[in-house]
């Protein structure tokens, strides 16, 4: 995930130079943490398009990576990656000149050195990153590789990245190879889950090096008994200085903040109690500060009444139990067309920037 401050002189929307394309040459629920990450790290160069006729045009100021998958379908080896267009984090547009059916699980999109990145867990696919052009078509994609760390860093699920001065950071949940890294194993009546960061820079990338020690740690499987599974980290820096890192626990968000990057995060209650910002309206989350009013967006997937996965909206201060009513559906089915939408299980796992060049 994710989120990256622009500079405060890009308040407005804007108005950019972008470019325009020619072509060149069952069923698993989509819960938090599906899929492992691989060990190997490298990177390839893709053929580009043939052309990019730079143009000016309207630009969305916002840009969300999101996954879908077909109705029966649903398991991360079935996930595709699709990118939406906003001016207003409300009404989204499907951007179609992103590569149709790429591959790939919970994906994250950041801006680092000047470009757009997707990271995402392996899905059907043999990669972990995907650098993108003005085009929005994929250059270049390989494979993240952990230095230091043990086995379940190394095997690490559910991205979420943001930039740190010349260091590229990424939040995520450790593996267990063969089992589900958000939840205790079934002979476990409580465990112990952790989030994690690695930082990469430059000349390092695509190799992320672990930070010492958790960024969060819990107990899970006990009472408060919604705390049953912990997973897919969000992280995003704030005007003041701080972080704010929303957590999934299934259909349900938690916040924590932290004033390093580096250090712990812990619950912003005064008692050190959990904060649910969204309690069974939706989990996997983002979140965007907007910039003007210093509000915060928290976006989340959860299901409605037929069981569909959508992406719903709700604004705070970031540090707020929110109600449902808080909750608004921004992103569903509906987003392919009306045709299309009737083979679409659902729309989950959304990743949003500032989307700028």
């Known amino acids: 995930m994710r989120p990256i401050l622009i500079p405060w002189m890009m308040l407005s929307s804007l108005t950019i130079l972008a470019s325009s394309c020619t072509d060149g040459s069952k069923s698993v629920e989509p819960g938090p943490h599906s899929d492992t990450s691989s060990m190997p790290s490298g990177q390839e160069e893709t053929s580009s398009p043939s052309s990019c006729t730079a143009e000016t045009i309207s630009t969305q100021q916002f840009l969300m990576a999101f996954n879908a998958c077909p109705v029966g379908n649903c398991g991360p080896q079935d996930h595709t990656v699709h990118l939406a267009g906003s001016d207003d984090g409300l009404e989204w547009t499907l951007l179609t000149a992103f590569s149709r059916g790429h591959g790939g699980s919970v994906p994250?999109?950041?801006?680092?050195?000047?470009?757009l990145f997707l990271f995402h867990t392996r899905g059907n696919t043999d990669h972990t990153w995907d650098r993108l052009d003005d085009c929005l078509q994929v250059v270049e994609q390989g494979v993240v590789a952990i230095s230091g760390g043990d086995e379940g860093d190394r095997g690490w699920v559910d991205p979420s990245?943001?930039?740190?001065?010349?260091?590229?950071?990424?939040?995520?949940l450790p593996g267990i190879p063969g089992a589900d890294p958000a939840a205790?194993?079934?002979?476990?009546?409580?465990?112990e889950r952790n989030i994690h960061s690695a930082r990469a820079n430059v000349a390092s990338f695509p190799t992320f090096t672990v930070v010492t020690g958790d960024?969060?740690?819990?107990?899970?499987?006990?009472?408060?008994?919604?705390?049953?599974g912990f997973s897919d980290p969000d992280i995003l820096p704030l005007a003041d200085g701080t972080f704010l890192l929303n957590i999934s626990s299934g259909e349900n968000t938690l916040v924590y903040t932290g004033t390093e990057l580096d250090g712990p995060f812990?619950?912003?209650?005064?008692?050190?109690?959990?904060?649910?910002?969204?309690k069974h309206q939706g989990g996997v989350p983002t979140a965007i500060q907007e910039?003007?009013?210093?509000?915060?967006?928290?976006?989340?997937?959860?299901?409605?009444?037929?069981?569909?996965?959508?992406?719903?909206?709700?604004?705070?201060?970031?540090?707020?139990?929110?109600?449902a009513q808080a909750f608004y559906v921004v992103i569903d089915a509906s987003i392919f067309g009306h045709d299309k939408?009737?083979?679409?299980?659902?729309?989950?796992?959304?990743?949003?920037?500032?989307w700028s060049q």
């Open 108 to 115: 994250d999109i950041v801006r680092y050195n000047g470009d």
């Open 161 to 172: 990245l943001v930039v740190d001065g010349d260091d590229l950071v990424l939040f995520y």
């Open 184 to 191: 205790c194993a079934p002979e476990e009546d409580t465990c």
């Open 215 to 228: 960024r969060v740690n819990v107990t899970i499987g006990k009472p408060p008994t919604e705390l049953r």
């Open 266 to 278: 812990v619950s912003p209650t005064s008692d050190g109690s959990l904060l649910w910002a969204s």
């Open 291 to 323: 910039m003007n009013n210093l509000d915060v967006w928290l976006y989340v997937h959860g299901r409605n009444s037929d069981g569909a996965w959508e992406i719903r909206r709700a604004v705070s201060n970031g540090r707020t139990e929110l109600d």
């Open 341 to 354: 939408s009737r083979n679409v299980q659902g729309v989950f796992s959304p990743s949003i920037v500032y």
